[in-house]
């Protein structure tokens, strides 16, 4: 609840703050020709401000720093031209439905239901911000559902707020010779401040509602903290771009275990850590064990709880238990899978394939498992590695930087069909 709470009043201030830049340039009649390229101005800043506040507000959730630009930055985008996309899609419905009651200017039932129909989808469409941090799409739903709860209630309120004020705004904004007084200021306060407040609580509602599972920090920086689990695989280590990071623990690798879920299953994998992953006490070595209600995970010096929505109240004498030291022994060295493939698309090294061993495979210039001969490559450039959990490529602080499908990263998981590239040479791993 004080998450929801918190997201509201972020929200709704975000909201209130578009208004604030942009109200003193609105026209002041309704026949101005100048709505237009106002409402050009103003829909996408909205979006932009209530985006960008929410996504940023789930990314800082998450615990890192990437996270939290990941959902700034991509929240103000969404926002902006989701928002824009929402309000002219929602513009073009309530016309085909309502016909121009909205230009109309008349105070009526049908005009606050057209109005209601503009407006909810650009709600609808800035909620989607939700799934940028975590890259869910479940969440992003989710937002989608919240936000356009939350753009109705605003757009419900708009007709009746400035009816209920125009005694107050016609007399500030008559002037001499000038044609219909436009009396949409006080709505337009409201409007603002309602959506991006019921956007914000409804899409963190609609979010606690949804949730199936989720892992809970019982022991170690954040206590108490949740992370949803609602992707295929849900890293937990210490990386920034794992979606549960543990920071602080040295013994904490950068991808160390991974939560698999299939369908409404979920199991538990170690990544090839040094020091093992330990579930109710016991390694798991490099193997993949189910997951149930309670189950209590130890990597490091975390302690974390798996939960199910449906598994009732956790054990807490499982809890007890596992937040005690628990020795971890490094696992017998076990059979590693099948290694996967680096196959070389071009330069010099075209054609040629690289089998990834699971213990770790370096690539660079000179003296690294996979010499490249590219200029433009360091001499110890990326680390890949993996296990049950899946892959991982880790950039070794080279000078160009490490590409994973053209996007640059520090450390990031990888799988089969990805194209990895260092200097000016590509690689598919297959």
């Known amino acids: 609840m004080a998450l929801a709470l918190f997201l509201m ?5 975000a909201g209130l703050a578009a208004w604030a830049m942009m109200e003193p340039s609105a026209p002041r009649t309704l026949a101005d020709v100048l709505w237009v390229e106002w409402s050009a101005r103003f829909v996408p800043l909205l979006g932009g401000l209530i985006g960008a506040t929410i996504g940023a507000t789930y990314g800082r959730m998450q615990g890192s720093r990437a996270h939290l630009l990941r959902g700034l930055f991509g929240g103000l985008l969404l926002g902006a031209v989701g928002g824009s996309l929402g309000y002219q899609l929602g513009g073009r419905l309530a016309v085909a439905i309502f016909g121009n009651v909205l230009q109309a200017g008349a105070f009526t039932l049908p005009t606050i239901l ?28 989710q937002g989608f559902i919240g936000g356009l709860i939350g753009g109705a209630i605003g757009g419900a309120m708009f007709d009746i707020v400035s009816q209920l004020l125009s005694g107050v ?23 603002s401040l309602v959506t991006g407040a019921a956007i914000g609580l409804c899409a963190a509602v609609v979010e606690q509602m949804g949730r199936k599972a989720w892992l809970r920090l019982r022991l170690g920086r954040n206590e108490g903290k949740d992370w949803v689990v609602d992707t295929a695989h849900t890293y937990i280590g210490s990386s920034e771009t794992a979606q549960v990071p543990l920071f602080g623990d040295p013994s904490v690798i950068p991808f160390h275990a991974c939560v698999i879920k299939r369908g409404s299953r979920y199991s538990l994998a170690d990544g090839g850590s040094p020091t093992g992953t330990v579930v109710n006490g016991q390694s798991i070595g490099h193997s993949e064990v189910p997951l149930n209600h309670g189950d209590v995970v130890q990597i490091g010096s975390f302690v974390i709880e798996f939960l199910l929505r449906s598994g009732g109240a956790s054990p807490q004498r499982d809890v007890q238990r596992a937040a005690q030291p628990v020795p971890i022994p490094i696992p017998a060295p076990a059979a590693p899978p099948t290694p996967n493939t680096l196959v070389a698309l071009d330069g010099a090294m075209q054609g040629r394939r690289f089998p ?53 990263v520090g450390t990031a998981p990888i799988q089969v069909g990805d194209v990895v590239r260092l200097g000016s040479t590509s690689f598919r791993i297959e």
């Open 9 to 13: 009043f972020a929200g709704g201030l």
């Open 114 to 141: 057209a109005r209601v129909m503009a407006l909810a989808p650009l709600g609808a469409f800035i909620g989607l911000v939700l799934g940028i941090p975590s890259k869910s799409p479940r969440r992003a739903y």
């Open 169 to 191: 705004m016609v007399p500030l904004r008559q002037q001499p010779g000038v044609g219909e007084i436009e009396i949409g200021a006080p709505g337009r306060a409201i409007y």
């Open 356 to 408: 990834l061993a699971i213990t770790g495979c370096e690539l660079g210039r000179e003296g690294a498992h996979v010499q490249v001969p590219d200029p433009n490559a360091s001499r110890r450039h990326a680390r890949i590695a993996g296990g049950p959990a899946g892959w991982f490529i880790e950039d070794l602080g080279s000078t160009n930087g490490t590409f994973v499908n053209g996007a640059r």
